[in-house]
């Protein structure tokens, strides 16, 4: 699809924001900053859309406007963060 793509084409640009990785741009994820539109599931409790998965551009771009980009690790210390109360330098403002 056009958001497909579109996002691809985005994804290939971007460093992860708190340690800069860049080698494997594929393996970035975007992270939600500030809640994202949460997509309901029968039976289980909402989760945040990926911007990849937007019905139109429009709603893809306004997802991305929500997110920073991180590698797998940066990702897993942000949410470990969050759950436990910890912050680090690296996102002491981006939480």
Known sequence: ???????????????????????????????HLVPGTVRQRSGRAGRTMSPRNAKN????????????????????KRHYNRETGKIEWHNVNLR
């Open 57 to 76: 551009l429009t709603d893809m771009y306004a997802e991305l406007a929500k997110c920073v980009w991180l590698c797998y690790n940066c990702h897993a």
């Open 1 to 31: 699809s056009v958001v497909e793509i579109t996002y691809d084409k985005i994804q290939k640009e971007q460093c992860c924001a708190d340690c800069g990785y860049k080698e494997i741009t594929k393996i970035l994820v975007c992270h």
